[in-house]
């Protein structure tokens, strides 16, 4: 995303499931969505985790059932019960697979 860019993914659904025909022929016309990101307030769908102090709480469950399972390794947004941007899942992506490795 940068300044001129308002939204923060475009999709262009005709490379997904509905992009052919019957026949398998793509279809001559396409449909795309914009999604723009907000703030999560009260109320709100809350998409990723919400970092605060009941998440954490609930992250340390997590983490200590996750630390009994062997030959599985927990990352990312979902694997740490945290929103990251997508540079900070990269990073750690990148962090845990040297771990790992050495």
Known sequence: MDRETPWTRIIEH???????DENGNDIPKTIISKEYSS????????????NDERNGELYKKYKGLADKEEKVIFGGRLGEYKYYDMDAVIASALECAKKQLT
Request: glycine share 10%; aromatic share 32%.
């Open 14 to 20: 005709k490379w997904f499931e509905f992009g052919k």
């Open 39 to 50: 703030e999560w307030k009260l109320g709100d769908e809350p998409y990723y985790p919400v």
